[in-house]
């Protein structure tokens, strides 16, 4: 079982308004899909993000694989 840690979209109304959750993902999965476990959330109109750091180097000590945006926006969070 390869895991994932990627973006969950669930601001669906209103449009254009997108926001998103941190969570771990079997790689399998599809974006909507259940998830194991919810680290954060992230608001891209307002740019507001925030991430559970303990969980996110645990799952990333596992083996766990982030996407681009999630690296990005930790690093970002760290500087």
Same mark, same amino acid.
């Given at each position: 079982? +390869?895991?994932? &840690?990627? @973006?969950?979209?669930?601001?669906? *109304?209103?449009?254009? #308004?997108?926001? $998103?959750? /941190?969570? %771990? $993902?079997? =790689?399998?999965? =599809?974006?909507?899909?259940? /998830?194991?476990?919810? @680290? =954060? $959330?992230? *608001?891209? %109109?307002?740019? %507001? /993000? #925030? &991430? *559970?750091?303990?969980? $996110?180097?645990?799952?990333? +000590? #596992? =083996?766990?694989?982030? +996407?681009?945006? &999630?690296? +990005? @926006?930790?690093? #970002?969070?760290?500087?």
């Amino acid at each position: 079982m +390869s895991v994932r &840690i990627r @973006l969950r979209r669930i601001g669906k *109304n209103p449009k254009k #308004k997108p926001h $998103f959750r /941190f969570t %771990v $993902f079997d =790689g399998k999965r =599809g974006r909507d899909s259940r /998830f194991i476990e919810e @680290l =954060g $959330f992230y *608001n891209p %109109v307002s740019g %507001v /993000f #925030k &991430i *559970n750091k303990e969980r $996110f180097e645990y799952w990333v +000590s #596992k =083996g766990a694989q982030a +996407s681009q945006t &999630i690296k +990005s @926006l930790v690093k #970002k969070q760290k500087a």
